[in-house]
């Protein structure tokens, strides 16, 4: 199983940009579909963002679509999410994780890892 760690969360004002990173080891990192996801304080966690094993296919939550971009560096073993005008609603604590399927969907149980997780924090 691949093991993930998050990083590159912090605070930032409403408006700004950030890109957090999550860095693969264990099994072949190409062999995964990746994804983001975040869970802000009291609410369940939901998904943001996820790519295919090439790259080539991305798919967005309607809440983040035109303002987070997706993208991954199978040579690097990582994946990145770019976050772009973020606004107070985007604060959460944001995980990537990794599906054995090509095809992953947006639901939770079809990730098989999970990262610990990484704060994002934006204030208005």
């Known amino acids: 199983q691949v093991q993930l760690v998050e990083s590159g969360g912090g605070l930032v004002q409403a408006g700004g940009s950030l890109s957090l990173s999550c860095a693969a080891s264990g099994r072949a990192f190409s062999s995964y579909s990746m994804g983001w996801f975040r869970q802000a304080p009291g609410k369940e966690r939901e998904f943001v963002a996820r790519?295919?094993?090439?790259?080539?296919?991305?798919y967005y939550s309607d809440s983040v679509k035109g303002r987070f971009t997706i993208s991954r560096d199978n040579a690097k073993n990582t994946v990145y999410l770019r976050m772009n005008s973020l606004k107070p609603e985007d604060t959460a604590v944001y995980y990537c994780a990794a599906s054995p399927l090509i095809f992953a969907g947006t639901r939770e149980v079809n990730f098989e890892a999970w990262g610990q997780g990484t704060q994002v924090t934006v204030a208005s």
């Open positions: 790519i295919s094993r090439s790259g080539g296919d991305t």
